[in-house]
């Protein structure tokens, strides 16, 4: 390329980047710093380029307009020089622990045009082929995690290495409502296939976002030398040098690209996506579009390809409530909304849990994995001890067979949880947690015989997911240091943990509370004592609804199918994986504290009065296709005058349902604001990142000024802005 042809693409993509600059105010800068390297056995002068935006790997580098700005600018100059001869490569790679994690988000939500939302893509494009075209070998060393665009210009490279260490690599953007946009939708099957590609731009991210490690992504073809985290650096140059000098050939195996093979492998895909989002979720079918055109389209042609669809899904609204989810989750839920000055809260260096149940047995393992703290779990006979300490050494020993814990860490865990049928045991605690039957009278008097033995600071906290705190708390001597700490099942899994302030509850249990939470790893949400807090609260009134209208008439398939793409399973799907009692007890207390509202399933009472584990049965396995079980059809009785919804009328009348309960929730105190109920529907009901929770996909349905007369968000926190 001439000094003119690169002068006018310089300009080209500033004019593009004016476009959209200002939308960015708050862009952290990563820098593009090309330093010289004496490559090893004479092969040459070669170019690295380090990607570091100066902070540590908890933020880590992403692409904003003026960063791609400055990579241009270095990527000009090292054209110039290999044209002249002075090098014979060019590397990219990342500061410690860190490539580069994709696009800059933060001036998403103020792009109000489809002419800036273009510019985006185009930019990125322009950019990342400035590496791909230049005149000698170019490389990407992966040292660390990468994802979107950060795969995306590692792909833009003739040759890529990746550090065995690397702990995410991702094109997650269908989990956000977007795309691989700038090159991953036509290079990655192209490299290593369509069937692999799919795997990692469509099946990954629809399963809660999945991540591959560094070994999974080079076993997939996406790099071709993987080499030990130590010595990354030192030898990818040296192979760097060796594929230059030609002492080392790349051969990667052939792809296949026939056609009825590849579009089987789309086909499947597609249904795929119409079971997890019911066709409600616009990216990943666009995504799969561009992956069965990329077989026969040109490098041109896709690009300008996914700049369009990219340019569309960035005016959508499914984007914008990914991105108000992910705001959420990223900073409301650091930031947890009435929780008292971090300060008060007391040290924890011992745990007591009661009982040694599943639930115990997991809290227990969670705390002494996160504290590192000792933990002393009790019950009622010594089997029962010895099994619940038992799964926690089970569950270590697990994760050091996967070579996911040293053996000296497993020792540890294993060492810090023992178990007693004697209370005195927690004298010494300064947090104790019950995990025992969902009765109030159990509860009440598990705590009282706690509070005798423990000192006046130590915490009592409940793990109940839906009695009264207060009441709980009322016969204590000391009912201040009452809190709720409701944990989601699986608990190593969920994020959710609803914190429950009771009417006695001091500020410093409370803060406690949400620094041990902070500890767990967990995203803590705020609730006032009230029936089932927050997520089970919604589920029980969302459950109450789907069992009426099937009381009612509606075949049960019909039902089910009305919430692909709303919830994470179907309703009676759903009800197998909690439990019918659990979900029977719930929509129990609820219908006494709300009778009005609250619906009891009669199906539900005889499906757990008959012993039944669910609604359907799995021939294939738990992962196969669920089947109504016939003995479950049994139990349905037929109502004289059947009201028969179709599903859309199903899911008008539950989500109509939903927007009355959160509005009532909202007037009543139970969480701070719609974004705590929306923080918590995602992390403890595992809704969809594209309909921002619950309260955005009311408002964009029209279901909330409906039912409530007005929307629960302003103009713009989760829409394309007007």
Request: net charge negative.
């Amino acid at each position: 390329m001439s000094i003119d042809a690169m002068k006018t693409d310089a300009a080209k993509t500033d004019a593009a980047r004016a476009d959209f600059t200002d939308l960015f105010p708050d862009e952290v800068i990563t820098m593009a710093m090309s330093r010289d390297i004496t490559l090893p056995r004479g092969a040459g002068t070669f170019v690295l380029i380090t990607l570091d935006n100066g902070f540590d790997h908890t933020k880590p580098n992403t692409f904003g307009p003026a960063t791609l700005s400055g990579l241009s600018g270095a990527l000009s100059i090292a054209r110039a020089r290999a044209e002249a001869g002075e090098i014979v490569g060019v590397g990219l790679t990342g500061k410690p622990f860190i490539f580069a994690v994709g696009a800059d988000l933060t001036g998403i939500p103020r792009v109000a045009d489809r002419a800036q939302a273009l510019a985006i893509g185009r930019l990125g494009h322009r950019t990342f082929e400035q590496f791909r075209t230049l005149p000698v070998p170019t490389f990407a060393f992966v040292n660390g995690a990468a994802m979107g665009g950060g795969v995306e210009i590692a792909l833009s490279a003739a040759y890529r290495s990746i550090s065995a260490g690397v702990p995410a690599i991702a094109l997650p953007e269908c989990f956000l409502g977007l795309l691989p946009g700038w090159g991953g939708c036509f290079m990655l099957p192209n490299l290593i296939g369509v069937e692999s590609a799919l795997k990692v731009i469509i099946e990954n991210p629809l399963n809660t976002n999945r991540m591959l490690k560094g070994p999974q992504a080079f076993q997939l073809g996406m790099a071709d030398m993987m080499f030990e985290p130590a010595t990354f650096l030192e030898d990818s140059l040296s192979w760097a040098a060796d594929v230059i000098t030609g002492r080392t050939a790349v051969d990667r195996p052939d792809i296949i690209r026939d056609e009825a093979v590849c579009e089987g492998a789309i086909a499947a895909a597609k249904k795929l996506v119409q079971d997890k989002t019911g066709g409600a979720a616009p990216a990943p079918l666009r995504a799969l579009e561009l992956m069965s055109a990329a077989r026969t389209a040109t490098r041109e042609e896709a690009y300008a390809a996914e700049d369009e669809a990219e340019a569309d899904l960035l005016m959508g609204d499914e984007l914008r409530a990914s991105l108000y989810s992910f705001n959420l989750v990223q900073k409301r839920a650091k930031r947890p909304a009435g929780a008292p000055d971090r300060s008060l809260a007391r040290p924890v260096t011992k745990v007591g849990i009661v009982g040694a149940g599943l639930m115990a047995s997991q809290l227990a393992m969670l705390f002494a994995k996160r504290l590192e703290v000792p933990i002393v779990m009790t019950d009622l006979d010594q089997a029962r001890v010895d099994k619940g300490v038992g799964y926690v050494h089970a569950e270590v020993d697990k994760l050091l067979g996967k070579g996911r814990i040293s053996r000296d860490r497993a020792n540890r865990v294993k060492a810090l949880v023992t178990g007693s049928t004697d209370k005195a045991g927690f004298s010494d605690a300064e947090f104790v947690i019950e995990a025992v039957f969902e009765e109030i009278k159990i509860k009440k008097q598990v705590l009282a015989d706690v509070e005798a033995v423990v000192s006046p600071d130590c915490t009592l906290a409940t793990n109940t997911s839906s009695l009264s705190i207060t009441e709980m708390a009322a016969d204590l001597l000391h009912p201040g240091r009452v809190v709720g700490f409701h944990f989601f099942n699986p608990v190593a899994v969920m994020p959710l943990l609803e914190i429950i302030k009771g009417e006695s509850t001091d500020d410093a249990t409370l803060a406690t509370a949400f620094a041990t939470g902070k500890k767990l790893k967990k995203t803590t949400i705020l609730a006032k004592d009230s029936p089932s807090f927050i997520a089970n609260r919604l589920l029980g009134r969302f459950m109450g609804e789907v069992g009426r209208i099937v009381d009612e008439g509606t075949p049960l398939e019909v039902a089910d199918r009305a919430f692909a793409g709303f919830a994470p399973m179907p309703p009676f799907v759903l009800v197998g994986m909690v439990g019918p009692a659990i979900a029977l007890h719930n929509n129990e207390s609820l219908n006494g504290a709300f009778p009005d509202r609250f619906y009891v399933s009669e199906t539900l009472r005889r499906l757990v009065a008959a012993g039944k584990p669910g609604f359907y049965l799995y021939p294939e396995g738990k992962s196969g296709r669920p089947v109504l079980d016939p003995e479950v059809v049994g139990l349905m009785e037929t109502t004289a005058n059947p009201v028969v919804l179709d599903i859309d009328q199903v899911r008008e009348q539950v989500l109509s349902a939903l927007a009355q309960e959160a509005r009532l929730m909202l007037d009543e105190g139970v969480v701070e604001a719609p974004m705590d109920i929306d923080l918590a529907m995602i992390t403890g009901a595992g809704f969809a990142f594209w309909n921002g929770g619950l309260t955005p996909l009311l408002d964009r349905t029209g279901i909330s000024q409906k039912v409530n007369g007005k929307p629960f968000l302003p103009p713009g926190a989760a829409t394309v802005p007007a």
